[in-house]
């Protein structure tokens, strides 16, 4: 079995068991949230104790808690994630539009942001200590420091309601509505995560590129009269790309958790706000299940991530052999 073959069946498994440790964990944790998820339903009719008891038996609450996990767990391999408790449909029809309005903004997001990090990062670590590295580090830390909420709120107040007034202020997308006519709808979301995460790559970028840079293997491939955009191109850049890629995939994976505040603060129909609201309603199957995708895809970027750092670095490629 070829290595790189077998490293990816590996961490598939051990994916598989981290998916499984979090399903228990989701699990466990839903169960202990404060209140009554049957009360929560019935509201001022849950006083009537033959309707509540039939809602609890309907709703498999008086089962065991183990018996109730399998039963969950079971669905969850066969792509039943259960029903709503809150709005009675089937989980994976309400989740449809949401997750792909959250994949788009996800994906704008990284569209934007992963180029622009890499290239600042590039720039910054060849012009060491110059006027520009010096004003990019400074924003950088500012943008790194600052919560992704407050980033969105300057948004809104310099270009939806205060300054500018070019784009909405909330991002209400319609499903009705083509999404290249709503456009605009994705723009401060969007932004907002980007400048969320961008800093942390630039900064690793900068930080593995200056040291590849005073590495042996790069002076020796300037003494041999290289040229320098050779000696960047060969040598430098995909051994400094390494730590960035997964610097990178762990930010990826931070947009699809990090996308819950920002949809909230910007009103967006996706994954997030959804998440919000049915933690309010004591959803259970929602919240279990929305938290199952958000870690489902922190394991896959995990995995690209390690498989790309193979691919673009020459010492791991050889390690494999």
């Known amino acids: 079995m070829p290595p790189l073959l077998k490293l ?4 598939v498994g051990l994916g598989v068991l981290t998916l499984f440790l979090v399903s228990v964990v989701v699990f466990v944790a839903t169960q202990a949230l404060p209140g009554d998820t049957a009360k929560a339903i019935l509201g001022r009719e849950a006083a009537n104790v033959d309707r509540y008891e039939a809602l609890k038996e309907q709703l498999g ?30 989980v994976t029809e309400l989740l449809g539009r949401r997750v792909l309005n959250s994949f788009i903004l996800v994906f704008i997001a990284a569209l934007v942001s992963i180029p622009v990090s890499l290239l600042l990062g590039s720039l910054t670590a060849l012009k060491r200590d110059s006027k520009f590295d010096a004003t990019t580090t400074v924003g950088s830390l500012g943008l790194a420091a600052l919560p992704e909420f407050v980033i969105g709120l300057a948004l809104i107040l310099l270009f939806a309601t205060q300054v500018f007034k070019v784009l909405p202020a909330t991002s209400r997308v319609d499903s009705s509505v083509p999404l290249l006519q709503q456009v605009d709808l994705f723009i401060l979301p969007a932004l907002t995560l980007t400048l969320a995460v961008a800093p942390y790559i630039t900064r690793i970028l900068r930080a593995s590129t200056i040291e590849v840079l005073e590495s042996e293997y790069v002076m020796m491939a300037r003494l041999k009269g290289l040229p320098e955009r050779l000696v960047l191109n060969r040598h430098a850049l995909p051994n400094a790309l390494a730590p960035a890629l997964q610097v990178t995939a ?10 819950v505040v920002v949809e909230y603060l910007f009103n967006f129909p996706g994954m997030g706000w959804l998440l919000v609201d049915s933690v309010a309603n004591r959803d259970m199957p929602m919240v279990q299940a929305i938290t199952l995708i958000i870690a489902a895809v922190y394991v896959v970027a995990n995995l690209t991530a390690d498989i790309l750092t193979i691919l673009v670095s020459p010492r791991l490629r050889t390690g494999l052999r």
Not at 253 to 258: H, T
């Open 250 to 259: 762990l930010n990826l994976a931070w947009l699809a958790g990090g996308v």
């Open 61 to 90: 609450l008086n089962k065991p808690i183990a018996e109730q996990y399998f039963d969950w767990l079971g669905g969850v391999v066969t792509g039943d994630l259960g029903d709503s408790l809150a709005q009675g449909s089937p």
């Open 8 to 11: 990816i069946l590996i961490r």
